[in-house]
């Protein structure tokens, strides 16, 4: 069995939330960059921040489609 190494690089953290992609869709999306100090209070946040755009989302399209049932959340 071969011993396998990582190579880690650069101390920067990589996250899919940290690209213009994430912040042009999402903009308000609550989100740091390069700190960890927070992480579990904003993994939150952002939970809080989708739940709240679903059930908007399924508000404004509910008439249209009433067989459509809300997020189970």
């Known amino acids: 069995m071969q011993n396998l190494q990582i190579e880690t690089g650069e101390e920067v953290i990589r996250s899919d939330l940290d690209s213009v ?3 042009k869709v999402y903009p308000d999306l609550p989100n740091i960059k390069n700190d960890w100090s927070k992480h579990e209070e904003y993994v939150k946040l952002r939970e809080i921040y989708l739940k709240e755009k679903d059930m908007k ?3 404004e399209i509910k008439k249209m489609f009433p067989n459509f049932k809300p997020p189970n959340f």
């Open 21 to 23: 992609t994430a912040e």
């Open 57 to 59: 989302a399924y508000y």
